[in-house]
């Protein structure tokens, strides 16, 4: 910026707020403008993320219908909303799947559950997590079988106190070296299958037009942690 | 003209390279290298943001004034980045999942501020433009020469999910290095990265010495070349 003989404008306090806000006024346009023209496209692709996800946790033969279509958006007591998916097939409610989210050794961990109609587990998978690569992390299906030890049981298969990792008491493994990242999620499942036998004939029973009152039955929040 | 253009390619690249030089974006450095896909992909997206920062830079250097360049320079990176973000996130949405996170982190990238400030503020369009893409390339490499080490020794595999980032052609650059490899937790955890960098610079002092060497000695034979021209 050398510039020998500066003008005298450019100097005034005046230019200066002006160059500023006219940057700002610019930014501001230019960001509206991407944000329009991805907008859209950015949708589709979370849902598309959304229907891959659901499609992992729910058998094909749960359901006919689009599950990212018509959820059930329940509004907790704290004010948090938890969106549930529904699988139909013969205008049945067959599956529910909805978000759950457990603390981990790092940090919040999501997952995805599915539940048939009778309350037990489909499948659950993993959507996020910031555990340690190598100790925590065998909860991701790529890494290890473990989740998967959960599909088939509900509340009472196995009974509630056993719904606990060995250390604790309970039937489930613990990974090698983490304790904290296994417990974090069995308490979100059982929280969540709490949740679902709270409300379970309210979440089995609907039509895609009923709106039901659903309950929140303290300590059986899925947002619980 | 074309003498300039070297000199900046060379400062890009090697002599006086973001990282190895200037020791700045040290932050996206270390958090991304664990896979050389993720390196290539931050690389990529940095070099495209200096590029573009570089030209409205220049551009506009006649019209910004000193007192207001630091705000007016940080909002141009800042748009740049979040439409960068944006575009990725619709059009690039897998990796997008992966660098997601460290996207933002761009703008925090004090290396593309400390070029527009250095370079860009006090250049024509052309090299200013130039300058971001060698920097950027500089940037790169140093984040792919990370990414390898730290995923081979670390993990064992070389560019797992560079399918994702350039297309389905690149699957074939996805290699198992070592097969029933356990991992090596630390080289992929940031104190790996450290590790790894600290070799790296070391690695560059001594190739920059062993070059200084090579060439006070040719000088000398030049010297001893023109001295026996002398006395014959």
Known sequence: MKTPREPKYRKRIGYQAMLLGGFSTLATILLVMGNVST????????????????????????YTNNLVENPLKISAHDGKSIT????????????????ISGQGYAGEMRFILALDNTGKILGIRVLSHAETPGLGDKMEVAKDDWILEFNGLSLGNPAEEQWAVKKDGGQFDAFTGATITPRGIVKAIVDALKFYHHNK???STLTLKDKPEIKMATGANPHEQ | MSNDYRRIAKDGIWDNNIVFAQSLALCPLLAVSGTASNGLGMGIATTFVMIASGLIVAMLREVITPQVRIPVFILIIATLVTLVDLWMNAWLHDLHKVLGLFIPLIVTNCAILGRTESFASKNQVLPAMFDGLMMGMGFTMILVIMGIVREVLGSGTLFAGAALLLGQWASFL?????????????II??????????????????IDDALEKRKTHKEDSVAIDDASLVNS
């Open chain 2, 189 to 206: 955890l940031p104190p790996g990265g450290f590790l790894v960098l600290g070799f790296l610079l070391a690695g560059k002092r001594l």
């Open chain 1, 39 to 62: 907008k859209d496209n950015i949708i589709i692709r979370q849902q598309e993320d959304l229907q891959r996800s659901l499609a992992q946790v729910i058998p094909d033969d749960h």
């Open chain 1, 201 to 203: 004939n309210q979440l």
């Open chain 2, 174 to 186: 996805e290699l198992e290095i070592i097969s029933d490899y356990k991992g090596f937790l630390l």
């Open chain 1, 84 to 99: 549930i998916y529904r699988g139909i097939k013969n205008k049945q409610v067959s599956a529910l799947a909805w978000e």
